[in-house]
């Protein structure tokens, strides 16, 4: 079955830290471009990082730069969000998504409908306490 499947959300406290995994299931991650959003009850979807499909330096949201960090795992087929010095604002549902074409700093501003990313995660929670 060809998916992405996220993993890692938990409950931490303020300060604290998490690593989300986006693991490929019957496809390839380094062919895509691979990107975290996040939605927090009643808020919009937020673009918060990606890393591109190419060698090239990976995109931040200003909300979670020096705290955050992507990665890919080649042989897990795999990538990660590293995520450290959590705050409350933080809590969200987090997504994972794949797309060749259409990950750029804009697009991570003002993201595109679900359905126009070549592949889109379930989500997993992450909250953080007070």
């Known amino acids: 079955q060809v998916q992405l499947v996220e993993s890692g959300g938990g409950l931490v406290q303020a300060g604290g830290s998490l690593r989300l995994s986006c693991a490929g299931s019957?496809?390839?991650?380094?062919?895509?471009?691979i990107g975290w959003f996040r939605q927090a009850p009643g808020k919009e979807r937020e673009g918060v990082s990606y890393?591109?499909?190419?060698?090239?330096?990976?995109y931040y949201a200003d909300s979670v730069k020096g705290r955050f960090t992507i990665s890919r795992d080649k042989a897990k087929n795999t990538v990660y969000l590293q995520m450290n010095s959590l705050k409350a604002e933080d809590t969200a549902v987090y997504y994972c998504?794949?797309?060749?074409?259409?990950?750029?700093?804009?697009?991570?501003?003002?993201?595109?409908?679900?359905?126009?990313?070549?592949?889109w995660g379930q989500g997993t929670q992450v909250t953080v306490s007070s």
């Open positions: 998504a794949a797309d060749r074409w259409l990950f750029s700093e804009a697009t991570m501003a003002y993201p595109a409908p679900t359905n126009e990313y070549d592949y």
């Open positions: 019957g496809f390839t991650l380094d062919d895509y471009a």
């Open positions: 890393i591109p499909r190419t060698d090239g330096r990976p």
